[in-house]
């Protein structure tokens, strides 16, 4: 499913839900997306860092542990985890439990098939 980002706030998300209600009442079919709305491109700036798009571009194509996603970022273990939690309030990535047999439990960070951001400045 299709993650489009936006930065339009609630004038523009009521925008997007009335264009979704038309489209439902006069019987036509939409794709299933998803979106996040900020109130402004500062607010998305600030969640999307640099250090954490990194992490999004690791993740996009393969699902990896948090562990090997920080030693491959050359960042710390307990930062990476902290800008997964954020990412994950938003659902920019997700992450789960697994088992790793022989060593415990280990938490598995993957993101969507696809982001597309529209900002307004």
């Known amino acids: ?9 609630f004038e523009g998300w ?9 489209a439902i009442t006069a019987g036509r079919p939409f794709p299933p997306s998803r979106g996040i709305t900020f109130e402004s491109a500062a ?8 250090s954490r798009l990194d992490l999004f571009m690791t993740v996009k194509n393969q699902t990896v542990s948090i562990k090997d ?3 491959s970022l050359g960042r710390d273990v307990s930062a990476v985890r902290r800008d997964v939690a954020a990412l994950e309030k938003f659902g920019i990535v997700s992450s789960e439990q697994v ?5 415990g439990r280990a938490r598995m960070v993957s993101a969507p098939a696809s982001i597309s951001i529209s900002a307004e400045l």
């Open 1 to 9: 499913m299709k993650t489009k980002i936006y930065t339009d706030g």
């Open 14 to 22: 009521a925008k997007r839900a009335k264009e979704r209600a038309k």
């Open 43 to 50: 607010e998305m700036v600030r969640l999307l860092t640099p």
């Open 69 to 71: 996603l920080a030693q």
């Open 99 to 103: 088992v790793n047999p022989g060593h």
